[in-house]
């Protein structure tokens, strides 16, 4: 989904076999109204809007060990959405003012550490991560973790 690339349902399947060609996958986007009401997002606004511009772009992340979804999967929609993930503390961001991190309470022992190391660090929970992306919107303030 952060990458913009249409996600299609079996009725696109079934149309490229009747016409035996390729048709245009914007025509088919999967749609599942209750799961945009309840996450409050358009699956096709947000994949055009990801198409277009990457939303973590110039972003950079860390992840602490106890985010579920797993950190490395994390990492890979990170990346899809434009993004740089740090994995070691030290690490100098390209854009100081454009890192943050995605943790969970678990993990609340180091978030002490992470401010000291950089003061102006937002702390986010894995929700917040997963919403900015299906929805296309930085969710920092609604989800940050202290």
Not at 3 to 23: A, C, D, K, N, S
Not at 46 to 61: G, N, R, T
Not at 66 to 75: I, R, V
Not at 94 to 107: E, G, N, T, Y
Request: hydrophobic residues 40%; charged residues 25%.
């Amino acid at each position: 989904m952060a990458r913009g690339i249409p996600i299609v349902g079996q009725p696109y399947l079934e149309e490229v076999q009747r016409r035996r060609e390729l048709v245009d996958p914007w025509d088919f986007i999967l749609a599942d109204a209750e799961m945009e009401r309840r996450f409050k997002f358009s699956l096709k606004k947000s994949l055009q809007l990801a198409s277009e511009a990457k939303i973590f772009q110039d972003y950079s992340m860390f992840v602490t060990p106890s985010t579920k979804p797993p950190p490395d999967e994390l990492q890979l929609i990170m990346a899809s959405a434009g993004g740089r993930v740090i994995k070691f503390p030290g690490q100098q961001p390209k854009h100081a003012d454009k890192l943050f991190v995605v943790s969970h309470v678990d993990d609340k022992q180091l978030w002490p550490k992470m401010r000291e190391m950089y003061p102006s660090i937002t702390i986010i929970s894995t929700e917040g991560f997963m919403q900015s992306v299906m929805q296309h919107y930085k969710h920092f303030r609604n989800y940050r973790l202290t």
